[in-house]
């Protein structure tokens, strides 16, 4: 099946700093990729959706100058959460679906940890 | 607006036994509903979802709209069936998925 793969899987930046996320999907072209963000034992929140081209789409309560999303080319999104805080410590997924639309394929996920 | 709810966090049966996963949702017009699944160390990768009514690994789900319900079920319980269980719904219109909260799913042997 398609493989979606994030880099890092694992991040500890201090405060104040910016992190950068990248999405990539590995063999098949993504117009649409999605950023989630994952607290410990929670679910899945969907934070935006990142468009190739174009701005992403943000969900309610997100900053987008906090969180900005690049999608510059079909098999590649970022995110890059800017002067992070402590409180931005988590668990951060992409996905990305396939052009028929039928499933969305999971990155790995990145753990970020903010000191 | 659009919701997925599973009630239960934690569900633990042992091997053997009968396993039903709830899930609800609420969505005004023809929603694609999904279920996921992320065993240990591993990402989230789809289990099943309504429009194929297939069998994944023994479990099936049907789509009920009257209720509005898609809970996930499977006859005899593994244990490699041990694993967050998350049921989805799908806008149709921009592609993206509302998950529920997540069912660990806990088979003892």
Known sequence: GAVVSQHPSRVICKSGTSVKIECRSLDFQATTMFWYRQFPKQSLMLMATSNEGSKATYEQGVEKDKFLINHASLTLSTLTVTSAHPEDSSFYICSARNRAGTEAFFGQGTRLTVV | ?109
């Open chain 2, 1 to 109: 607006a659009q919701r997925v709810t599973q009630p239960e966090k934690l569900l633990s049966v042992f091997k053997g036994a009968p396993v039903e996963l709830k899930c609800n949702y609420s969505y005004s017009g023809s929603p694609e509903l999904f279920w996921y699944v992320q065993y240990s160390r591993q990402r989230l990768q789809l289990l099943l979802r309504h429009i194929s009514r297939e069998s994944i690994k023994g479990f099936t789900a049907d789509l009920n709209k009257g209720e509005t319900s898609f809970h996930l079920k499977k006859p005899f319980a593994q244990e490699e069936d041990s694993a967050m269980y998350y049921c989805a719904l799908s806008s149709s219109n921009t592609g993206k998925l509302i998950f529920g909260q997540g069912t660990t799913l806990q088979v003892k042997p």
